[in-house]
């Protein structure tokens, strides 16, 4: 995918901290991202996901009302399985349990707080490429189908043809 195709990725960033949203909005506005919202109350998630489509999900761990583990779940239940929505953990917990459970619980990738520009810039490219590669993927395997539905159709077809063809030959000999 191109850069000018990603810069068109809807983003989602989910953070309780106002000054968060703000610095990644800017980060990715910085390297061209024009399509990003931000939320603050986790509890929107599930309703947005559905109204914006986003690309990506960049999502806080330690959030109140809802914290990450939560919303991870809610995304389990609402992304159909076939699809690659993407999930970027951002926590300031550093410890490897928290990378493993974030990973084993649905996250694709995992960011600690404070945020390097440069890092978060890389993963949002390397997770929206990986996006965008799954839904081209998706696009062609649909197409091979309704290829290979027309195909069979159409032997379908000139089988009962060619059985007609026969029966027409046994009766004019």
């Not at 809807?10 to 399509?35: F, P």
């Not at 951002?90 to 990738?109: F, I, M, P, V």
């Not at 945020?115 to 696009?139: D, P």
């Not at 539905?149 to 000999?173: M, Q």
Request: proline share 3%.
């Amino acid at each position: 995918m191109t850069g000018t195709h990603l810069i068109d990725s809807r983003i989602l960033i989910v953070d309780d901290q106002a000054a968060n949203l703000e610095v990644l909005a800017m980060v990715l506005g910085a390297a061209g991202y024009c399509n990003v919202r931000c939320l603050s109350d986790s509890r929107q998630v599930i309703p947005l996901i559905h109204e914006f489509g986003p690309d990506l999900i960049m999502l806080d761990l330690h959030m109140p009302h809802m914290d990450g583990w939560v919303v991870m779940g809610q995304l389990a239940a609402a992304v159909p399985e076939d699809d690659y929505l993407p999930v970027l953990v951002l926590t300031g917990d550093e410890r490897s349990e928290t990378r493993e459970k974030a990973l084993s619980h649905g996250a694709n990738d995992f960011l600690s707080k404070p945020l390097n520009r440069t890092e978060v810039q890389l993963r949002v490219k390397n997770l929206l490429q990986t996006r965008y590669l799954h839904v081209l993927l998706r696009a062609q395997n649909a197409s091979l189908e309704e290829r290979v539905r027309e195909r069979t159709d159409l032997a379908e077809e000139l089988e009962h043809a060619n059985r007609v063809l026969a029966s027409t030959n046994r009766t004019l000999r």
